[in-house]
């Protein structure tokens, strides 16, 4: 069936890998208790703005690209999946100026992980994938 897509570069393309051998006629299987040990660290410890930019961008890839294979309540998944993301950054954007200090710090951080989203959105528009954070 090929090899991984690049254009995801991290995050979705394992499951896209999947859906390319399910529509090959494969079978596929879980195991639960298999243990994957990884040579060097993780990509991502804690929650990072650049795991929600490949998160963004790789999960509206996976839809463009299997959107015959979905059921037909994704066919406005594309525009769902955009509205979510800048509702969710409008929201909290106006909310930040009225938290507390304490809830600032934390409401911080959560803006950067939108506005990576975000970006990761703008870069599926443009056509720009691979390792493009």
């Known amino acids: 069936i090929g090899l991984l897509e690049t254009a995801y570069f991290l995050i979705w393309e394992d499951t896209d890998y999947c859906y390319k051998a399910k529509k090959a006629g494969f079978s596929l299987i879980s195991v639960p ?25 790789g999960r509206l890839l996976w839809i463009k690209r299997n959107r015959k294979l979905l059921p037909p309540s994704y066919k406005y998944s594309l525009f769902i999946e955009l509205f979510k993301l800048f509702r969710h950054f409008i929201v909290k954007s106006i909310v930040f ?37």
């Open 33 to 57: 208790d298999a243990k994957i040990y990884h040579k060097v660290t993780s990509s991502f410890t804690g929650v990072k703005p650049q795991m929600h930019y490949f998160l963004r961008r």
């Open 97 to 133: 100026p009225f938290s507390t200090k304490n809830k600032q710090e934390m409401r911080r951080k959560r803006l950067k992980r939108y506005r990576a989203g975000i970006r990761g959105v703008f870069h599926f528009c443009l056509g720009k994938f691979g390792n493009t954070y």
